[in-house]
């Protein structure tokens, strides 16, 4: 049986930049990555919609703050070095009535503390001037954001650390986790991999991974399918940004937008349903026992209860496209049904605790051989390389010479 220094099961886009980041910093480690699909990417990161966020709505020092705005300049800065094709096309935040105004200058306030010094607040004559067919009465200019193909960043992230020794193992999905004295071991449907220490990077089944060590883990995976439209061709003219909504502050989605993508169309979405299925992109996926567990989960009982409303509104937008219309009408007037075609969707990691708080940041948790990145959605792509030098940082101080 091989040895391993480090295991590092996912091979999103976090856990191949863990690796990375490892490697970097140590180029003698041992490391295997142990992903249950058959290539790289396959969930949360190759079905977001590719957006470079700037990092204007985290709180100032949060992980998501700190993460966002350093992984973005080593994203830029690695898609430079390897030729990965991005566009800084910048997006505008609007409000569409006053209501919206306080929300939105906090917002902008945020943006400043950081450190975001070339976005602006635009009244409604110069959000015109760059957004013709927009409905605002103010917005936020942010330069910033831009568009990526992440599954081509991980591709290039793949053939790097395979090139310096790394091994990436595909259909190999996690049962079990031994920990015995210095050594954690590793069950797969294939085989048991002996390692030294651990890193959970596995997205939507992250708690579930924790729990096979820490069977009274306070925090549970919550799936949300996010679903999108695509504007037809002879409508795109309409958007020449990424056109976001002012978020609700209570609730860690951003709202149905309109996103340019890298491939030259352009996106409207996501809505945010509960799926009945971590992995569940359609609607008709549906795993009992998964559903059962999110549904008697008593920190998500509590985020029902709370929220029904909302969350009843974002079921009728998935069933109902002229109700998805209205939402996106409230920034473009112009755009109708027949402008809308059906395109694809993703599903959310959203982490919720016992006491039914939503999470609103990243969150890392140890035990005795292995860290746990428990709560990682967006802006978690965008955050990737940053997030793994945070995670190899732990990491390193772990390992036994």
Same mark, same amino acid.
């Given at each position: 049986?091989?040895?391993y220094d480090f295991?590092?099961?996912?091979?999103?886009?976090?856990?191949?930049?863990?690796?990375?980041?490892?490697?970097?910093?140590?180029?003698?480690?041992?490391?295997? $990555?142990?992903?249950?699909?058959?290539?790289?990417?396959?969930?949360?990161?190759?079905?977001?919609?590719?957006? $470079?966020?700037?990092?204007?709505? #985290?709180?100032?020092?949060?992980?998501?703050?700190?993460?966002?705005?350093?992984?973005?300049?080593?994203?830029?800065?690695?898609?430079?070095?390897?030729?990965?094709?991005?566009?800084?096309? !910048?997006? *505008? *935040?609007?409000?569409?009535?006053?209501?919206?105004?306080?929300?939105?200058?906090?917002?902008?306030?945020?943006?400043?503390?950081?450190?975001?010094?070339?976005?602006?607040?635009?009244?409604?004559?110069?959000?015109?001037?760059?957004?013709?067919?927009?409905?605002?009465?103010? +917005? $936020?200019?942010?330069?910033?954001? !831009?568009? *990526?193909?992440?599954?081509?960043?991980?591709?290039?992230?793949?053939?790097?650390?395979?090139?310096?020794?790394?091994?990436?193992?595909? @259909?190999?999905?996690?049962?079990?986790?031994?920990?015995?004295?210095?050594?954690?071991?590793?069950?797969?449907?294939?085989?048991?991999?002996?390692?030294?220490? %651990?890193?959970?990077?596995?997205?939507? %089944?992250?708690?579930?991974?924790?729990?096979?060590?820490?069977?009274?883990?306070?925090?549970?995976?919550?799936?949300?399918?996010?679903? %999108? #439209?695509?504007?037809?061709?002879?409508?795109?003219?309409?958007?020449?940004?990424?056109? #976001?909504?002012?978020?609700?502050? @209570?609730?860690?989605?951003?709202?149905?937008?309109?996103?340019?993508?890298?491939?030259g169309h352009i996106?409207?979405?996501?809505?945010?349903?509960?799926?009945?299925?971590?992995?569940? #992109?359609?609607?008709?996926?549906?795993?009992?026992?998964?559903?059962?567990?999110?549904?008697?989960?008593?920190?998500?009982?509590?985020?029902?209860?709370?929220?029904?409303?909302?969350?009843? !509104?974002?079921?009728?937008? +998935?069933?109902?496209?002229?109700?998805?219309? @209205?939402?996106?009408?409230?920034?473009?007037?112009?755009?109708?049904?027949?402008?809308?075609?059906?395109?694809?969707?993703?599903?959310?990691?959203?982490?919720?605790?016992?006491?039914?708080?939503?999470?609103?940041?990243?969150?890392?948790i140890e035990n005795?051989? !292995?860290?746990?990145?428990?709560?990682?959605?967006?802006?978690?792509?965008?955050? +990737?390389?940053? $997030?793994?030098?945070?995670?190899?940082?732990?990491?390193?101080?772990?390992?036994?010479?």
């Open positions: 049986m091989k040895k295991t590092i099961i996912g091979a999103g886009i976090v856990g191949l930049s863990t690796a990375y980041q490892l490697l970097r910093k140590n180029p003698l480690l041992k490391i295997l $990555i142990l992903e249950k699909e058959n290539a790289v990417a396959k969930h949360q990161t190759g079905h977001n919609s590719g957006v $470079i966020h700037s990092g204007i709505y #985290y709180k100032p020092g949060s992980l998501k703050a700190e993460n966002c705005i350093n992984g973005y300049k080593s994203l830029i800065e690695f898609c430079d070095s390897y030729g990965i094709p991005y566009e800084l096309c !910048g997006k *505008i *935040i609007v409000a569409t009535n006053q209501n919206e105004l306080p929300e939105l200058n906090k917002l902008y306030q945020r943006g400043l503390e950081n450190g975001l010094d070339q976005i602006k607040l635009l009244n409604q004559a110069q959000t015109k001037e760059i957004e013709p067919n927009v409905n605002a009465i103010q +917005s $936020i200019q942010v330069p910033y954001t !831009g568009i *990526i193909s992440y599954t081509a960043v991980c591709n290039q992230l793949q053939q790097i650390i395979t090139e310096q020794g790394c091994q990436v193992m595909f @259909n190999e999905k996690v049962n079990n986790i031994e920990e015995k004295g210095h050594l954690a071991f590793i069950h797969t449907d294939t085989g048991i991999f002996e390692t030294k220490h %651990y890193i959970n990077c596995a997205g939507l %089944y992250s708690d579930k991974i924790a729990q096979l060590t820490s069977p009274q883990l306070d925090t549970r995976i919550i799936p949300f399918r996010g679903e %999108y #439209y695509l504007i037809r061709p002879e409508k795109q003219a309409l958007v020449n940004h990424l056109i #976001y909504p002012v978020p609700d502050p @209570n609730f860690p989605f951003l709202g149905v937008h309109f996103t340019r993508m890298i491939n996106e409207a979405g996501p809505n945010a349903v509960f799926a009945f299925k971590r992995e569940g #992109y359609q609607m008709a996926d549906v795993d009992a026992k998964e559903m059962l567990e999110s549904l008697t989960w008593p920190g998500f009982q509590l985020v029902m209860k709370k929220y029904w409303k909302t969350g009843m !509104g974002e079921f009728y937008r +998935s069933f109902s496209k002229k109700a998805f219309t @209205n939402a996106l009408q409230k920034l473009i007037p112009d755009i109708t049904e027949d402008d809308l075609v059906p395109a694809g969707s993703g599903v959310r990691a959203q982490a919720c605790d016992r006491m039914g708080g939503l999470l609103d940041d990243f969150k890392i005795n051989r !292995g860290i746990h990145l428990l709560n990682a959605p967006s802006p978690a792509a965008t955050s +990737s390389l940053s $997030i793994g030098n945070t995670l190899s940082d732990i990491a390193l101080k772990r390992i036994e010479w």
